[in-house]
């Protein structure tokens, strides 16, 4: 997914902000009670508490706010929005973990794919039905999200690595009990200086600032 798209270039001066501590070359730990908690009816389930981070992407939003994105070497993802580019005001977290990656055999299949984006649910194979997310489930069809992230191996790189055109819609499902939620990415990945086009699936949970330090 992800990680198989990355390059690598030399880097002259930093240009990654550093959130809580969170950049290329260092450990996210995570608070297992985060899933665990959750029982047996989360898909979400990941095998360690510990993330060694390898990639940095950053993303800049219209409304001017910021995701930025961590990755490992497996393509587990630790992910922040803040309101600002340094991650001062950071104020959502999240972990995802790759749920499916497929190749498009043809425009017919991308098609497909576009119309599950901008659904009111989305249930992948193997998976239980999730409803969107961003922009509520009023609408039977929601355009999705599109936008550019800029990916980095090096966190003295002045320039990315990779540039990623991503077209997306979150989804989630409350689990029994009221006790969490769950969540669902999904997106077309294309990147800049490639013809490779990949449809993605990651299950998510939202995390609190306590269930995870680095």
Do not use: C
């Not at 194979?125 to 090096?154: H, I, K, N």
């Not at 991503?166 to 989804?171: E, G, H, I, P, Y």
Request: aromatic share 10%; glycine share 8%.
């Amino acid at each position: 997914m992800f990680g198989k798209l990355f390059g690598r270039k030399e880097g002259a001066r930093p240009t990654l902000p550093v959130i809580r501590n969170v950049t290329i070359g260092r450990t996210v730990v995570l608070d297992p009670l985060a899933w665990r908690r959750l029982g047996a009816e989360t898909k979400f389930a990941l095998d360690r508490d510990t993330l060694e981070i390898t990639a940095q992407g950053l993303i800049e939003l219209n409304d001017g706010a910021f995701v930025h994105r961590f990755y490992t070497d497996d393509e587990i993802l630790f992910q922040v929005v803040s309101d600002d580019r340094e991650g001062q005001k950071a104020n959502d977290f999240t972990i995802f973990m790759p749920w499916a990656s497929e190749y498009p055999a043809d425009r017919a299949d991308r098609e497909l794919w576009s119309r599950r984006l901008a659904a009111r649910t989305f249930q992948p194979e193997g998976l239980p039905a999730y409803t969107r997310l961003w922009f509520g489930d009023e609408a039977e069809q929601q355009d999705p999200v599109t936008l550019w992230e800029d990916v980095y191996y090096d966190r003295e790189a002045d320039q990315p690595d990779r540039r990623l055109f991503q077209t997306a819609m979150l989804f989630h499902r409350d689990l029994a009990g009221g006790d969490g939620r769950e969540l669902l990415l999904a997106l077309t990945l294309e990147p800049e200086d490639s013809k490779d086009v990949s449809h993605e699936t990651m299950i998510g949970l939202p995390l609190s600032v306590g269930e995870f330090r680095a």
